[in-house]
């Protein structure tokens, strides 16, 4: 059974997600371009939409029992997935409207609250056991 805390971490890593990425949108902006700012908010949206997806889709397999999960219809939604990422970044890439290093700032976003909010769990726990 999960804890009350561990059942909150996907809200916690959403809105530290949405956080970093408005944090790195403003820095964007201040110190670069209004470009590399958009360019920033379009990956990071990119990337909180497509863990959204992900985890949705995850909890939706989870739910089944393991007769009812059918193996290919588990790869053929991950393969949706991912490929419509790839043809949205494709095009995102490929437009002139977007710096590819904003885009990678902000593609990143979700990686980073990730692994911040891991220490934290990691640091967390290692306090209480002690």
């Known amino acids: 059974m999960m804890s009350d805390r561990e059942e909150r971490l996907p809200r916690y ?7 970093s990425l408005l944090i790195i949108a403003a820095v964007s902006a201040l110190l670069f371009s209004a470009s590399a700012a958009a360019s920033a908010s379009a990956g990071g949206m ?3 939409i497509n863990l959204l997806w992900q985890r949705r889709s995850l909890g939706a397999l989870l739910q089944l029992t393991p007769q009812d999960r059918p193996m290919l219809a588990a790869l053929v ?8 990422t790839a043809v949205v970044l494709y095009l995102v890439i490929t437009s002139s409207w977007f710096s590819l290093w904003g885009l990678l700032a ?8 990730l692994f911040g909010l891991t220490l934290y769990v990691a640091i967390s726990s290692k306090e209480t056991s002690s």
Request: proline content about 0%.
């Open 13 to 19: 890593l959403l809105a530290g997600s949405i956080l």
């Open 46 to 48: 990119i990337a909180i």
């Open 77 to 84: 939604r991950f393969i949706i997935r991912i490929s419509l």
């Open 106 to 113: 902000g593609l990143s976003v979700t990686v980073v609250c």
